[in-house]
């Protein structure tokens, strides 16, 4: 599996997917940070970063799948899938070395952001007034929440031989899990049992895990759905026995 780790993050550093993600990422939210009225903290006048935690959800809804459209559809592509697949490992091996170099991938674009954290710390008034341990929790929350998109890409990837089509579907099912079973929830004919659905999607253990609060509910959850992803994504490639 460290070979495959190794050899998929390498991968991406000696192409400009990379270099895109992380430049696209850092100006998006440095922009909305610092730049544009509505979300700038210089005019809001208070030391936090909830723009950045807010924004970047989405931005990840599609810089996420990305990365990971070629994990797969690349290697279907090519006709190097099948010899892949002859080498000793197991699926799972192959597909947790595909995941967690995009995983590896997407926090190295999150890293640098923490230049802003710092920014803002300094910027407080006194230097320092900033809620610390909410922080944490937000970027606790970044990390599962980038681990469950991940997930969902290779998933995406592992399905088509396409890498356009990968991207489309890792975006709709990233936008569906994120905030689409909150949007359901809203419907009238759920009744009482709306805020059990919204429970479903991402959005609702995300913003209780940007709180500062570490619930193991929330962090069950996010292992849950990376879980079966993964596990979908074995099922496809075993798929090719049948």
């Known amino acids: 599996m460290l070979a495959i780790l190794k050899k998929e993050f390498n991968g991406f550093l000696n192409s400009l997917i990379a270099y895109i993600v ?19 903290v210089l005019d809001y006048g208070y030391a936090d970063m909830q723009t950045l935690f807010n924004m970047a959800p989405w931005l990840f809804l599609f810089l996420i799948p990305a990365i990971t459209m070629r994990t ?10 099948e010899l892949l697949l002859t080498k000793p490992i197991t699926d799972l091996q192959l597909i947790l070395g595909k995941y ?12 640098p952001s923490l230049l802003y954290y710092y920014s803002v710390y300094e910027l407080g008034n006194p230097v320092g007034n900033i809620d610390s341990a909410a922080v944490v ?64 999607g991402i959005a609702f253990h995300y913003s209780s895990i940007s ?5 193991s509910r929330d962090v069950l959850y996010f292992l849950s759905v990376i879980t079966l992803m993964v596990l ?11």
């Open 72 to 81: 797969f559809a690349e290697e279907k592509r090519e006709g190097t899938m």
């Open 232 to 242: 979908g994504t074995k099922l496809v490639l075993k798929s090719r026995k049948w």
């Open 211 to 215: 709180k500062g609060l570490i619930d």
């Open 137 to 200: 929790g937000s970027y606790l929350g970044l990390v599962f929440l980038a681990g469950v998109f991940t997930a969902i890409g290779v998933f995406a990837s592992s399905v088509s031989d396409n890498q356009i089509i990968s991207f489309v579907i890792a975006v709709f099912l990233c936008y569906i899990i994120y905030t689409g079973f909150d949007l359901i929830a809203t419907l009238p004919l759920w009744g009482t049992a709306g805020y059990a659905i919204s429970q479903l």
């Open 100 to 111: 967690f170099a995009a995983l590896l991938l997407s926090l190295l674009a999150l890293l």
């Open 22 to 40: 992380m430049a696209v990422f850092l100006v998006a939210i440095g922009m909305f940070m610092w730049v544009f009225p509505d979300s700038n």
